[in-house]
């Protein structure tokens, strides 16, 4: 599981870092309230990355099928419509957003402090809504068709460029929020370039121009099947505008600058756990498939075990060492104490959400992806927006912040009910193939 574990967790890592350096810089350099401004533009930024990702889904799934298939005719097809589709959306979509920026901005918690930040901000990156858009099609095509090393190759090179020249734009150059949202661009230009030129490579080998085409039909599909990929990914959207808007309304700025920090310190633990448990995807899948169920049996017990021991680790350390974490990403220290006792609260139980995820995968491996969908949506969407509002109303900003482990609380204990029906769905499954070899 190691193998396919550390890769995973690498290429998540090297993917949130990518996101996590802005705020790095403008909170060291710039000041709190810029903090509280690319939080408040993180909505519009995962808009972005959500529906590149939908195509790029929809379009790998496509491909990989139609490879296996051997049918090349429909393999490029998708591949071309998919190119087409992203460039037309990643390119309408930033502008339409550009155009009604200053509201849509307001609308997601924007205050008259955040809002002139937020909007110099969100107006360079949505700039680079295409290259971001075709650095994922692209590189999730190559990716189905054999070369999965293409994908965490761009986004390491993005990162490493958007370290160094948020350094330079930032501190060098004291361009404040604008510098890191063009450091953010061009680091996803040297990405896009990278992916286009390894796609050019892969299109001259099956003479993908040969057959440029565009078809609604396959269009459709792409967008069908990358549907739940973009309601997943959105969803972190949706509780941003709640929670920016609600945490705006009783603390102000200062709650969403609170927010935003300790949500990019969470990353790290998030990292471990989904990085495991999709990991343990392929594994279950297999020995699925090949009917030895001892194994499959093994393996989701195994994940459990390395997911429970991993992040009772990762939570030890955070929750120790807090301070110095935050500290890296502001210099307030009053600021600091409030998000450091914030965050800890945050992950009070955080280790038994690897329970709830462990579910989540085991069900998508196992091909039940109306259940994967409605899971992975169940602990955001479902129970953590009402436990907040209710919590709010109660104890103010606080109940926000002991929203999390109410809601992580809950997700465990579904998780652990998942995970036992999916161990009963393994037995009937075992008992109907034997009852078949039997006969």
Known sequence: MLRFALPAIISLLVSELY?????????????PNAIGALTVAFPIQRLLSATGLLIAVGACTKVAKYFGEKDYENLKITITTAI???????????????????????????????????????????????????????CYIIN???????????????T????????????????????????????????????????YKVSKSINLMDSFKFDIEILKSIIAIGFTTFV?????????VILNNVLFAHGGDRAIIISGTIMKVSMFMYINIIGITSAMQPI??????????????????????????????????????????????????????????AYRIMISIFPTVGLYYVAIYAYQAMGDAGTSFLL?????????????????????????WFAYPASDFIA??????????????????????????IV
């Open 19 to 31: 996101g996590m350096v802005d705020t790095f810089y403008v909170g060291r350099y710039v000041g």
């Open 84 to 138: 087409v589709l992203t460039t037309i959306v990643m390119t309408v979509m930033p502008l339409s957003i550009y155009f009604f920026l200053d509201k849509i901005l307001i609308k997601i918690g924007a205050s008259n402090v955040t809002l002139p930040m937020a909007k110099t901000y969100a107006a360079v990156v949505l700039a680079g809504g295409i290259f971001q858009g075709l650095t994922f099609v692209t």
């Open 144 to 158: 189905s068709l054999g070369n999965p090393k293409v994908t965490l190759y761009a986004t390491s090179l993005g």
């Open 160 to 199: 490493v460029a958007n370290i160094i020249i948020d350094a330079i734009f930032v501190i060098g150059c004291n361009m404040g929020v604008k510098g890191a949202a063009i450091a953010t661009v061009i680091s996803q230009i040297a990405s896009c370039s990278f992916a286009l030129y390894n796609f």
């Open 232 to 240: 997943i990914e959105i969803s972190d959207a949706v509780v941003a």
């Open 284 to 341: 279950v899948a297999f020995n699925y498939g090949a009917g030895d169920f001892d194994r499959l049996r093994e393996t989701i017990k195994k994940t459990i075990k390395v997911v429970a021991l991993s992040s009772i680790f990762l939570w030890g350390i955070m929750m120790l060492y807090a301070e110095p974490m935050i500290a890296s990403f502001v210099k307030d220290e009053a600021l600091v104490k409030e998000c450091a006792r």
């Open 376 to 400: 992975s949506i169940y602990r955001q969407l479902v129970i953590f927006i009402p436990v907040m509002l209710i919590f709010v109303r109660h104890w103010g900003v606080t109940g926000a």
């Open 412 to 437: 465990a204990i579904t998780g652990i009910i998942y995970i036992q029906r999916v161990k009963e769905d393994i037995n009937e499954y075992a008992d109907d193939m034997e009852a078949e070899m």
